[in-house]
């Protein structure tokens, strides 16, 4: 069985995947764009695909953009995409804490503006978005003024992530009744030309080594993002294709959900990688070999067009 | 041999353990004061020692203040103390970087006024301490000027921790050649009335997670600030005792350099998690078991006015 995966994904081999399937999975970033270019060819593939009858779904673990913030991005770069094929960590997390968590009370976020829209567009009350300067000594400190309604931290990408948003963040988290949510772990945001700032994961992992407890992470790997989108439009895994630049999320994601999972050399992972893991003996590094890999989305193309 | 260790220090015990040291270590929060509150006793008892011919060493993982800001609050709350008596590490860092590193440059310094006067002092150039606003967009961050003297990030404790200067230390870590130093792991900070605050551990953990990279840890239980006492006074590890009230920290260190260990019960840890250490099958925690425990360091005075 595992010598069957990790299989470049010949034109022949394509047809039979595309054949195997109702619904196609995008990872964004790495894979249909690198920051602000589209990768030559992707908006073809997404666009044949849905002529072709298949369901087209764009999942990212970036918290930084609301549902339309992501289709009007995709739209400008040539993708057919509206709002409701847009599964982002913001918007999803606030279906976690509103469906799973069944939050009655404000959350605490770190985190952007578009995640605030995102909250209140569920019904769901953030405090906490912008710059929180310090200000008085440690006792000040541990003895902040908080906001008694609040009922969970959630925390995403927040550029004005500082010491006291961190001291408000654990203030809050002393209390084992509070809940606590975190967008994803990924420890960088690549960006063109090889650069890389730091990642919700630095983020995350501050607050959790602070609070002493461990976030439900939303994104991917988690399950629940790929659920968000299947109970909302009645998805077979076994039916769905993950198509991702990352081993660690899009294809541990993939494995994790029981979909079929094609790693495009785009972005982060490299096949090397992938072959790697599918020689260790370690069960979660299995999880981290795709089914097929690819150099780009757009090699899918000649398959769709024939 | 286990099963003689964490035992009772009472005052018949309390002499032959004294006579078989030369030098006390002694950690400072939670074991000698907390916060600005002297721990009753504990400066009879450093005092006491000290006239007694014993050597007194003041060692602590906190960055933010002076080898003289601890002397001069030393001796506001009673305690004979000099600078060179007092190893905290902002001072220790700077010796790490100065003697082991043997740093031909600048340090990216997130940390303290202090921890820049203790690097000044041993000649080194601190870049970025102080707050360091956010502006401009993701591509902008990435593409951060940078000194190109900066040779080393150091991460201690900073206030004005912030996205921006992780995103620095990420910078300037994304090169290999960039030496990466930690002045302590403590997640949390104690203070007075059970209350807590985000300690260094949560700031070195974000850098790291970012860098992908471990920093080299220099406080406790880093053996280093043992060998930098050790070295500066000819100390003989067997005959000296570390006082400490953290298991992960102060006893730990005690364990690694083959000291003689007690822990005082006015701070952090428990005799309840000493005795779960030393049920436990693990070499790891088996090194968080102290010799001995005490209620209070004062419970010592005893055993040295008799």
Redesign the interface.
């Given at each position: 069985m595992a010598s069957s995966k990790c299989t470049r994904l010949t034109e022949a081999l394509s047809r039979p995947l595309l054949d195997s399937v109702d619904s196609v999975l995008f990872d964004c970033d790495g894979v249909l764009w690198r920051?602000d270019q589209a990768i030559p060819g992707a908006s073809e593939v997404i666009n044949s695909l849905k002529k072709s009858g298949k369901q087209v779904f764009f999942v990212t673990n970036n918290s930084s953009k609301t549902r339309q913030m992501y289709a009007d991005k995709l739209g400008k770069l040539g993708f057919d995409a509206s709002k409701d094929e847009v599964f982002g960590t913001g918007y999803c997390s606030a279906m976690y804490l509103k469906n799973v968590c069944k939050l009655d009370g404000k959350v605490y976020l770190i985190g952007s503006n578009a995640m605030r829209q995102e909250l209140e567009y569920v019904g769901i009350q953030p405090v906490g978005v912008g710059p929180d300067p310090?200000s008085g000594v440690?006792?000040d400190?541990?003895?902040i003024p908080l906001d008694n309604e609040v009922r969970a931290v959630l925390v995403g990408f927040?550029?004005?992530?500082?010491?006291?948003k961190?001291?408000r963040a654990?203030q809050y988290l002393?209390n084992p009744d509070c809940q606590f949510v975190g967008t994803n772990m990924d420890?960088?945001?690549p960006?063109?030309?090889g650069?890389?700032?730091?990642?919700t994961?630095?983020?995350l992992?501050?607050?959790e080594?602070?609070a002493?407890r461990q976030a439900q992470v939303v994104g991917k790997p988690s399950n629940f993002i790929f659920e968000c989108v299947a109970s909302q439009f009645g998805l077979n895994p076994e039916r769905c294709l993950m198509v991702g630049d990352r081993l660690d999320t899009d294809i541990m994601l993939g494995s994790n959900c029981g979909l079929k999972t094609l790693l495009a050399l785009t972005g982060v992972s490299t096949v090397a990688e992938a072959e790697a893991n599918q020689k260790s003996e370690c069960p979660q590094r299995q999880k981290m070999v795709p089914d097929y890999y690819i150099e780009s989305v757009a090699d899918i193309l000649p398959a769709l067009q024939a």
């Open positions: 920051g310090i440690q006792k400190w541990a003895n927040d550029e004005h992530f500082s010491y006291m961190l001291n654990l002393c420890a960088t945001l960006l063109e030309g650069k890389t700032i730091p990642g994961g630095c983020i992992r501050s607050v080594t602070a002493q």
